[in-house]
């Protein structure tokens, strides 16, 4: 963020109340083949990814989960068998589109009972105080217009003692991979977009808005800011995904 | 030690539960017996690999496995804390111990804490594991074919099992007897015997030629 009304959408600078609409514009087009092109785009390992953040949460049966940017499911259909009919989970997402394929696609797995589907801005948890043991955003937060304000949110609806869980896009550790990593997201992501959803724009999108994301170290002191008691946070595939797990006091 | 990259961790705790869950796929006997202590967790630390397995028996006879590395997490701490039965070795002790037929723990270098009465009948499962190895084959290559192999398994396995047998039996024998390579005990017993009689004569002559020394000495004085 640069001028006190402006904010970065990729590469690009943009006012402030602009970037939401930018944003769900990006999400609106990819939504329907959002699954396919992150596995193309990950070779299938933003499952593994994603299975260490489960395995991380510690979620146990019984418990409240709240799962914000979870736009496709992926993360809430584990929660889900996970904390049984005693427990609940909530998908939260701002884009309707995701949140359609998402609630369509576990309803098709049989996947409800326990599940719940809210249309949520991460700024404006639209929840009660001490709300949920476990929050995740994966994917999602490098998304939101004003980071401190989501992360503040998540704070406020967590119950005392509850995790929050980031999985993002992070700096790679090691200069040569970096330099690897800049290659193929900068040259092969849109390329792929391209082919498999005809559009280009959304993926550079997302090359440039990784970019902007506050790196490891950074995204940490914003959490320890946000109230959390402590931080922490593992760098998975040498740095290019970190997961920062955060724990209210 | 370097920290493993958790992708890594990841990738090994899928294979490793896939594995489990589709051996217990054909094994529904298995199966019932695992829903019977279900809800349970096992966590098992690998001392020399600095690295935590962690088993949750499912209630509908499942298994989910989570890797992790040790206090790099202390909620992972808590969790295991609460595991119903904690066991810590080095990674050959595991082996060692899964390839033994001792049931027992004891002197196998594994420290076990918790519910005893989760790990002995999680070991009786183990030991009793009669997997169905005939369905999958069908379901892979058609009915006959599928049975067909089977049964070819089947007899290599048991051809298998009775000649580790017999070369139990016969190669002490054919190591001590015929190639002479090994002593035997009894031979064994009178080598050292032997040499305990040697010590014990050369401490007397030592203990004589000290004492000439000493006659020689004072004398001179």
Redesign the interface.
């Known amino acids: 963020m640069t001028d006190d009304n402006t904010t970065h959408f990729g590469y690009e600078q943009v006012k402030k109340e602009e970037k939401a609409e930018r944003v769900a514009g990006v999400f609106h087009s990819v939504a329907a083949k959002y699954d396919l092109m992150n596995d193309l785009m990950s070779g299938g ?1 933003h499952r ?2 994603k ?2 953040t489960i ?2 949460s ?1 979620v146990r ?1 019984g418990q409240c989960v709240l799962d914000i940017a979870g736009g496709t499911g992926d993360l809430a259909a584990k929660f889900s068998k996970i904390v049984g009919p005693e427990g609940r989970v909530v998908l939260a997402d701002i884009n309707a589109s995701m949140l359609n394929v998402g609630r369509d696609k576990l309803t098709d797995k049989g996947i409800l009972g326990n599940i719940y589907y809210t249309q949520a801005d991460a700024q404006y948890l639209p929840f009660p105080d001490n709300t949920f043991d476990c929050i995740t955003i994966a994917f999602g937060l490098r998304n939101v217009t004003d980071k401190d304000l989501a992360l503040q949110s998540m704070h406020r609806v967590l119950k005392p003692g509850g ?1 929050l869980l980031i999985l993002e896009f992070a700096k790679p550790s090691n200069p040569l991979l970096e330099k690897a990593y800049d290659a193929y997201s900068f040259s092969l992501l849109p390329l792929m977009g391209k082919l498999v959803t005809n559009d280009a724009k959304s993926y550079r999108y997302l090359a440039e808005s990784i970019r902007m994301h506050p790196d490891q170290n950074t995204l940490k002191a914003m959490v320890l800011e946000a109230g959390f008691a ?1 931080c ?1 946070y ?5 740095g290019v995904v970190a ?1 920062h ?1 955060g ?1 209210k006091a | 030690m370097m920290s493993i ?3 890594l ?3 090994l ?2 294979v490793v539960e896939r594995s489990m869950n589709t051996a217990l796929k054909y094994d529904p006997a298995s199966r019932s017996k695992l829903q019977a202590i279900a ?1 349970s967790t096992i966590a098992i630390d690998i001392s020399d690999l600095r690295c935590q397995l962690v088993l949750r028996l499912q209630n509908n006879g499942n298994i989910s496995v ?3 590395q040790p206090s ?5 701490d ?2 295991l804390s609460q595991a119903d039965v904690a066991l810590s070795g080095a990674l050959t002790d595991f082996i060692s111990q899964m390839l033994s037929s001792h049931q027992s723990l004891a002197h196998a270098g594994i420290s076990v804490s918790g519910k005893v009465q989760v790990l002995s009948a999680l070991k009786d499962v183990i030991a009793q594991l009669d997997i169905d190895w005939e369905e999958p084959l069908v379901e892979s290559f058609g009915i006959v074919p599928g049975h067909a192999l089977a049964q070819m398994l089947r007899a290599t396995s048991v051809w298998g099992k009775s000649q580790s047998q017999q070369i139990s039996q016969w190669l002490p024998e054919t190591l001590q007897e015929e190639l002479r390579l090994v002593p035997s005990a009894i031979e064994l017993e009178h080598f050292s015997r032997g040499i305990d009689t040697l010590r014990a004569a050369t401490q007397r002559i030592e203990a004589r030629t000290q004492r000439l020394k000493n006659t020689l000495l004072s004398s001179r004085d």
């Open positions: 390992v593994l990814w299975r260490f395995d991380l510690a049966a995790r402590s922490d593992y760098n998975m595939t040498g997961l797990k724990i | 990259d958790p992708t961790l990841s990738a705790a899928i809800p989570a890797l992790y790099i997490d202390s909620q992972v808590v969790a």
